[in-house]
């Protein structure tokens, strides 16, 4: 009798309400954290005598799998409950039952950044979804898988899961539950470039959630707005909304994994900050030409020496809460980012030790964006060493060479456009350094980069871009690449890829000659103005014209008159011999 008794009172302690149901569900809905919380921790009976079998126990445990997202106690509760699930319970489930444990499993899976696990699990849910038409579990499911394919680099996708998770929530007035989505997507379209209709997305979401107390969607917003910044080169601002973003986080909880991953972002920002007063010293006029009052070398160089002792000093606050989260990404971010500090300062072994630790981190998730950044990272390095000749420098440019080419195959499993450009550039870069000098090659990993630099951005990577276009315009001429047409010597390209190399040569120095006038371009050549700008854009020439109208040319006139060649290239590409190969080829 008393073990009788014992079971039906353990029974009662488990038993889960639909009220309590629904009003976790409308804290979520409502965005009112701290209410659900307190709530939560009233069921701490449920969460211990946890039984399967009791009614609302599977829609218990997919609620809470969204609460511990948001950030309700640890991801060992969720498995716990997950575990109670053996295959004998699991095979007397209905479909609205299952539902729910295959949202905890991919909800563990994502925290866990086991991404492709999590998504397989995701796509079973919506399967069944669709089927019963649970409009709310849609809503947070494609939210989620739009999480994984962000991280994997899937932005296409990501935005198409996010555009139906919108809908869901918008379909049924929850304007408060949709800022996770939109703050989402807003970061999403501004990695895509789309800066203006990003910041419309944010300001939008944190007009929404003005009076709620949902921390880590609001410090979200915050680390948004600063990654944007730091694009618009505007680095104080930056690192003012990173710091808004931490002082969010922290509000629920001082060490939330988000600190740690805006902590590393804001000492990227001071990497950049770091660069620009490097070069500034560099370039600094000897002491007895300072102007009165301002600032002597030597204090710009201790002020450096400041920054790069803030930027250790933060660097090694976040890695050592993702030691207590682990948080793979975060340490190969945090590990990147010690080999760029260490790059800029020199320290080129302390760099090249960090860039394979941030690719033995990234490994370990089959991260393809941290690990293209991690080889082109050794690539920048070795690229580092080859300029300086350092013993051995012949084994770091061949190296180079490897660390290029797989830092283009890795990124190119990505829509990450930043990324390609990077990757691209530097290809170039290390193809036409002094060891290698393939300078055709290198073009093209100029014309490849150029297709993904963003317009008007003059961030590092621009800066880079510009670094290896000046580099293959130096002492330039058309006479041999058009003296190896006019011979035929065409190699496998198509008519197609000729006019454009054509354009390619030809545009930027009738340019030059016309004074940078894109009309009087298009006039000469009988071709629309829209070509010729594009020619210039894909070039990275455009941009530079809108801003520096009237500097010296840096590309050298041709040795011999252009019309001469051009008249030799044009009888030869007419004769019906090179027009039936062309054909051919094509």
């Not at 084994?395 to 830092?407: G, L, N, T």
């Not at 014309?447 to 315009?473: C, M, N, T």
Request: net charge neutral.
């Amino acid at each position: 009798m008393r073990a009788t008794a014992a079971s039906h009172s353990l029974r009662k302690q488990s038993l889960i309400s639909s009220d309590l149901l629904t009003a976790l569900r409308a804290d979520i809905d409502s965005r009112q954290i701290d209410h659900g919380t307190q709530l939560l921790a009233s069921c701490t009976n449920i969460i211990e005598s946890f039984d399967p079998s009791v009614e609302n126990a599977a829609a218990f445990l997919g609620i809470l799998a969204e609460w511990i997202d948001l950030g309700f106690g640890n991801l060992g509760l969720v498995k716990k409950l997950i575990g109670t699930y053996g295959k004998h319970v699991r095979t007397k489930l209905t479909v609205l039952e299952y539902i729910p444990l295959r949202m905890a499993e991919g909800m563990v899976a994502m925290s866990t950044e086991r991404l492709d696990s999590a998504i397989e699990h995701f796509s079973v849910v919506l399967q069944l979804a669709r089927e019963t038409d649970a409009w709310d579990v849609l809503a947070i499911t494609n939210y989620w898988v739009a999480r994984c394919q962000r991280k994997k680099g899937q932005y296409t996708e990501a935005l198409a899961h996010l555009k139906k998770a919108l809908d869901f929530q918008s379909a049924h007035g929850h304007a408060q539950n949709e800022v996770p989505a939109r703050v989402l997507q807003s970061l999403i379209l501004f990695e895509h470039g789309d800066i203006k209709q990003a910041l419309a997305g944010l300001r939008e979401a944190e007009s929404i959630l003005s009076a709620a107390d949902d921390y880590v969607a609001r410090g979200n917003i915050q680390s948004t707005y600063g990654r944007i910044f730091e694009r618009e080169l505007r680095f104080g601002q930056a690192i003012e909304h990173y710091a808004r973003a931490i002082t969010e986080y922290q509000k629920r909880d001082s060490r939330h994994v988000n600190v740690a991953r805006t902590i590393a972002d804001m000492s990227f920002t001071r990497i950049l900050v770091a660069r620009d007063l490097r070069r500034n010293i560099e370039t600094y006029p000897d002491q007895q030409k300072n102007a009165p009052g301002s600032p002597t070398r030597a204090a710009r160089v201790k002020e450096l020496s400041n920054l790069y002792a803030t930027i250790l000093a933060d660097l090694d606050q976040a890695a050592e809460i993702y030691s207590q989260q682990p948080n793979a990404r975060g340490i190969a971010r945090v590990w990147l980012y010690r080999g760029y500090l260490n790059l800029d300062m020199g320290k080129l072994d302390l760099a090249s030790d960090a860039a394979s630790e941030a690719f033995k981190a990234a490994e370990s998730k089959h991260d393809y964006i941290l690990l293209a950044s991690a080889r082109n990272l050794q690539c920048m390095i070795d690229n580092a060493r080859v300029d300086e000749e350092v013993e051995g420098w012949i084994h770091y440019a061949v190296a180079s060479q490897d660390y290029a080419r797989e830092a283009v195959e890795l990124a190119n499993n990505t829509q990450n456009r930043r990324l390609l450009a990077i990757v691209h550039t530097w290809e170039g870069l290390t193809l036409s350094n002094s060891f290698f000098r393939a300078r055709d090659k290198a073009r093209e990993a100029l014309e490849r980069a150029a297709s993904y630099i963003e317009p008007g951005v003059r961030d590092h990577i621009w800066q880079d871009f510009q670094i290896l276009r000046k580099r293959l315009l130096e002492n330039a001429s058309l006479e041999p690449k058009l003296l190896q047409w006019a011979h035929g010597e065409i190699g496998e390209k198509t008519f197609r890829q000729l006019e454009e190399d054509f354009a390619d040569l030809v545009i930027p120095r009738l340019w030059e000659e016309e004074k940078r006038k894109v009309s009087r371009v298009a006039s000469r050549l009988s071709v629309s103005p829209r070509k010729v700008r594009r020619v210039l854009t894909r070039l990275g020439l455009m941009d530079e014209a809108e801003t520096s109208v009237g500097s010296v040319s840096e590309i050298p006139a041709p040795h011999d008159d252009p019309n001469a060649i051009l008249s030799k290239v044009s009888r030869s590409l007419r004769s019906k011999r090179v027009a039936r190969r062309l054909t051919h080829r094509r």
